[in-house]
Each structure stands twice: as structure tokens, then as C-alpha cells.
């Protein structure tokens, strides 16, 4: 497995390629090893609505989406409030 200053640079090479393009930067999150990917999906390197793109390869409403840009991708292992349901 990739050491965190590694996967940091993996990381920043996948922001300058997909230039703040979600859909870009889930493609090339598709071309990673599962090892690397997977570790990269649960860092702190990546927000979590950056893995929520990957999975689910679509937008959510605003308010989702700005609570998950809060969030790192590491805090979803613990879970996060994207919506509250009365």
C-alpha cells in the first residue's frame, strides 16, 4: 500500500488533470489500482462529495453537497448528516 506522502501526490496529480471537474476526476480515480483507489477514497485527501461522485456518478441537491464538500472522505467511515428528515 501507498505511504500517505505518496498518495498525496497521487492525489494532487488527480486535481491538476481533472481541472475541478467532478466527472473527470471520477474517471481518473477509475484508472488507480482498487489498493490505491480505495485508500484514496477513505483519506483525508479527498472531500466526501468527491467519493459520493464516484459511486454514484450524479450531483446532489445544494445543501447536500455543500455539507459533504465539509466533510473529508475519511469522515464518512463514521457517517455524516447530509439531510435532516422530520
Known amino acids: 500500500m501507498a505511504d500517505y506522502m505518496d498518495l ?3 492525489a494532487e496529480r488527480l486535481f ?3 481541472d475541478d471537474d467532478d466527472e473527470r476526476l471520477a474517471g481518473r480515480l477509475d484508472t488507480l489500482d ?3 483507489r480505495r485508500a484514496l477514497l477513505a483519506s483525508d485527501l ?3 462529495y468527491q467519493v459520493f461522485y464516484f459511486w454514484f456518478r450524479e ?3 445544494d445543501l447536500a453537497m455543500e455539507r459533504l464538500q465539509l466533510h473529508a472522505a475519511s469522515d464518512l467511515a463514521r457517517g455524516i448528516v ?3 428528515i422530520d
Open 8 to 10: 498525496a501526490d497521487i
Open 16 to 18: 491538476e488533470a481533472s
Open 34 to 36: 482498487e489498493e490505491t
Open 46 to 48: 479527498l472531500n466526501a
Open 59 to 61: 450531483t446532489p441537491d
Open 82 to 84: 447530509i439531510d435532516e
